[in-house]
């Protein structure tokens, strides 16, 4: 099961533009730690699409030289 397959729980705590003067320092770094675990997940579908990218141009380019017939 991929992980876009399971059903998104709303995150708990900030959410992204809330304003931090009234968070408590746990409720910081809870949101800092969830915003990294994000980041981390993006990074990995960034690098899953390059090398199906990288995959698909290294099948289909064209080969240098005399073409056979």
């Known amino acids: 099961m991929h992980d ?3 059903p998104r729980i709303p995150p708990q705590g900030l959410a992204p533009g809330a304003p931090l003067a009234t968070a408590s320092v746990a409720e910081l770094e809870n ?3 969830s915003l990294e675990a994000e ?3 993006v990074r ?3 690098d899953r699409r390059s090398a199906h990218h990288a995959a698909a ?3 289909f380019k064209k080969r240098e030289g ?3 017939a």
Request: hydrophobic letters at 45%; zero cysteines.
């Open 4 to 6: 876009d397959d399971r």
């Open 31 to 33: 949101y800092v730690a």
């Open 39 to 41: 980041i981390a997940r």
């Open 44 to 46: 990995a579908e960034i």
């Open 57 to 59: 141009e290294a099948l």
């Open 66 to 68: 005399p073409e056979e």
